[in-house]
């Protein structure tokens, strides 16, 4: 069965950094883009960053271009979505889903992310 | 950026109602527009891609049609479980975007 896991909640301080993860399994790892996707509580889906973990290809949504960064380890079938120096405004549930061509098929169960003092 | 214009906001229909949202692209995508159904506590779930494509599994009463800039997602006959907020998502080399959502509500 194809399926993206993902990491537990977090729960951290403004200031800290996180890394959360998504491990892929049931198909080729290298050979599809992964990309992340945040819902800030009680809105809407916004696109952040895809990554092709074969060649570490990375794209960017300019509304999260040096706010984030996406990596991967194709050795352990996971990407990566981190933070150096969290806000509040980072609180949100975020998902790494893959794309068949042009479509999110594939969708991880969410990580929720709550950044508060 | 290409953005997407999704309407309406929110949606209240009754069971057996024929159910329209639209999303108008900013520029030419082409069939690149997907629909994805979003339930409570729940990932979004794909329906359609390239505009018109049912994906595997996705009972018939959903459909999609349009190309270029203009794109309409239609439930056919409405049903209780299909409560839930629906979005739009185009694709232009390697970039995406969502609508903003349509909360879909039963009368």
């Known amino acids: 069965e194809v399926q993206l896991v993902q990491s537990g909640a977090e729960v951290k301080k403004p200031g800290e950094s996180l890394k959360i993860s998504c491990k892929g399994s049931g198909y080729s790892f290298t050979s599809y883009w992964i990309g992340w996707v945040r819902q800030m509580p009680g809105k809407g889906l916004e696109w952040m960053g895809i990554i092709y973990p074969g060649d570490s290809d990375t794209r960017y949504s300019p509304s999260f271009q040096g706010q984030v960064t996406i990596s991967a380890d194709k050795s352990i079938s996971t990407a990566y979505l981190q933070w150096s120096s969290l806000k509040a405004s980072d609180t949100a549930m975020y998902y790494c889903a893959s794309p068949k061509n042009d479509a999110f098929d594939i969708w991880g169960q969410g990580t929720m992310v709550t950044v508060s003092s | 950026d290409i953005q997407m214009t999704q309407s309406p906001s929110s949606l209240s229909a009754s069971v057996g109602d024929r159910v329209t949202i639209t999303c108008q692209a900013s520029q030419d995508i082409s069939n690149y527009l997907n629909w994805y159904q979003q339930k409570p506590g729940k990932a979004p779930k794909l329906l359609i891609y390239?505009?018109?494509n049912l994906e595997t599994g996705v009972p018939s009463r959903f459909s999609g049609s349009g190309s270029g800039t203009d794109f309409t997602f239609t439930i056919s006959s409405l049903q209780p479980e299909d409560i839930a907020t629906y979005y739009c998502q185009q694709y232009d080399n390697l970039m995406y975007t969502f609508g903003q959502g349509t909360k879909l509500e039963i009368k």
């Open positions: 390239d505009a018109s």
